[in-house]
């Protein structure tokens, strides 16, 4: 492991500001775009900002309040942020993607009453403070001028104010419906030992260029970007996803957390790029070679893959994916071009990350070890050794903000249930089979995990997303599939009539579904197919609602295309 500086356990988020600003006081936090240009913020200034703003709040008598904040990831957010945290009250990180009656149910449930917003946001919230006499609001665009200067003594009283490992730091919703999202409290403690744990379990440094890409609401994001302060590393914004390739290139980003949709596109590009210039069967080749030298200590991936990494930006190191499973065939090939793509696994109540692959340990498939500090076990195994996952440490939440049912549900003898079915190996990686919820039991007791059957699926080069689930009888269900697809990409494939109806389509695609099914237990064979062009239906985070999409689907749209089971 390449060590950069020394190790520190950090007890609070101010903790890890103070650390950096000290450490790497000149060095560039955030890069960010200043019209035809760019300008660099140290970490210095970084600090020095945070505290004038917090000083200004606490001025305006913020202290000891919730204080929501809401818009798209920038460096006032982080200033929003880290202002708040730091001793002055508890920070509330909301989805800018949620509709008015959402945000204002979300107000409500987290006791909001201060908010900083964009400014697209300050009709509704305006009303919601009017009608709720709470305490203010501030724009976005005013957080520069309020991080020039402070009343005299203000600084110093914001540098006084108490900050604990045991007090709240933020509360952060999970994902969700409106109606099923919970609001976790993390402390700062909770916060720390995640950003400890991964100081000790991955291996960057100030030399690399973060993308500060997913949301901040999100913890995975937000913890991901404090990791990212903590070890002195420059991150710079996404202007949004129709520029991910330009923005690489132009911050020359080396690595960033994201999300595996994020990975299959860029995969996805790769490969049709390959196929259209004629060179797919050269580059498995190379793959080949590549994977081979490497046992021998010889690195030749990108020399070999060079064009690859030139439409990657050309400084792209590090890829890590959380949130849902990736496939480890395309994890596998990107690693094959040099570009170390790694998996991490967590929850919004766990800080969030639990376990998490790194350059020394990885197991296709896996999503690593857990982190040091944390300790994870396989409640009731079956004789497969698969059970639901469970773990204890220091990241784990508070408990569910005035939901002390809903806490006791998931948290029992001091450990928490993640809700997903997993296996741990002889050494130690895990392997999650998937959600408790989403499984479908068999009359012989047998286990389908959808999200196993749904990697299969998304290797089809026309799969868009898809859905398995448990249909008819559901003491004995059949196995059901909705496959979202591209029409021109599955006509490139099959010799599909050019208005071919859904349930033609069903036939084209059945013979690729059909193999699958060849691969897999008898038990696993899908036999009911529905197909469809539209997205379906999704949470904010970009996860589909399965229910909801489920719930919808016509009984006669379900096409039968395997007898028996």
């Known amino acids: 492991m390449k060590t950069y500086f020394k190790i520190t356990n950090h007890e609070t988020i101010r903790d890890i500001l103070l650390s950096s600003v000290k450490e790497f006081s000149q060095r560039c936090a955030f890069i960010l775009r200043k019209g035809s240009g760019y300008e660099r913020i140290s970490f210095e200034r970084l600090g020095r900002e945070a505290r004038c703003l917090g000083a200004n709040l606490l001025a305006r008598g913020w202290q000891g309040h919730h204080v929501a904040i ?180 132009e911050y020359k980003v080396t690595s960033f957390f994201c999300v595996p949709a994020i990975i299959e596109a860029m995969h996805k590009r790769i490969i049709k790029r390959a196929e259209e210039s004629g060179k797919l069967e050269t580059m498995r080749k190379a793959q080949k070679i590549a994977r081979f030298l490497l046992k021998f200590g010889i690195d030749v991936r990108r020399k070999l893959f060079k064009d690859i990494h030139a439409a990657l930006g050309g400084s792209l190191r590090t890829l890590i994916s959380g949130a849902s499973p990736l496939s480890p065939d395309i994890a596998q090939d990107l690693n094959d071009f040099g570009i170390l793509t790694i998996q991490g696994y967590g929850l919004t109540e766990t800080s969030p990350t639990i376990a998490s692959e790194s350059i020394r340990k990885r197991r296709p498939g896996s999503i690593g070890t857990a982190m040091a500090n944390t300790e994870v076990r396989i409640y009731e195994p079956d004789e497969q050794g698969i059970g639901e996952l469970i773990v204890r440490g220091p990241g784990v939440m508070q408990g569910y903000y005035k939901n002390p049912e809903a806490s006791t549900e998931v948290m029992r003898n001091g450990w928490l249930h993640t809700g997903d079915y997993a296996r741990i190996d002889e050494d130690g990686f895990i392997f999650i089979s998937g959600r408790k919820k989403n499984v479908i039991v068999l009359k012989n007791g047998k286990k389908v995990f959808p999200e196993e059957l749904e990697a299969l699926i998304a290797q089809l080069p026309y799969a868009v997303e898809s859905i398995i689930w448990g249909c008819g009888d559901l003491s004995d269900p059949d196995i059901a599939l909705k496959l979202v697809y591209d029409r021109a990409e599955l006509a490139k494939h099959h010799a599909l009539p050019e208005n071919a109806d859904a349930k033609e389509v069903a036939a084209h695609i059945w013979k690729d579904i059909k193999e699958i099914n060849e691969k897999t237990s008898r038990f696993k064979h899908i036999s009911y197919l529905t197909v469809s062009e539209e997205p379906m239906e999704k949470t904010t985070s970009a996860k589909i609602r399965r229910a909801q999409e489920i719930a919808k689907i016509p009984e006669e749209d379900l096409v039968h295309v395997s007898q028996g089971k």
């Open 70 to 249: 809401l818009g798209a990831n920038s460096y006032e957010w982080v200033l929003s942020f880290l202002a708040v945290v730091q001793g002055l009250g508890t920070a509330v990180p909301l989805d800018k993607g949620l509709t008015k009656e959402e945000l204002m149910l979300f107000f409500g449930m987290g006791d909001v009453d201060a908010i900083i917003c964009d400014r697209e946001f300050l009709g509704y919230v305006d009303e919601y403070m009017a009608d709720n006499r709470k305490l203010a609001v501030i724009c976005m665009d005013e957080i520069p001028e309020l991080c020039k200067s402070a009343e005299e003594d203000m600084p110093a009283r914001y540098d006084a104010l108490e900050v604990r490992s045991e007090d709240t730091a933020l509360i952060v919703f999970t994902s969700g419906t409106t109606s099923t999202s919970k609001a976790v409290v993390l402390s700062h403690g909770n916060i720390a030992s995640n950003v400890n744990g991964l100081n000790e379990h991955e291996s960057f440094g100030p030399d690399e260029v973060n993308f500060a890409f997913l949301p901040f609401h999100h913890v995975f994001g937000l913890t991901g970007q404090l990791y990212f302060i903590n070890v002195g590393a420059s991150s710079a914004f996404c202007d949004g996803l129709r520029h991910i390739a330009k923005n690489l290139a």
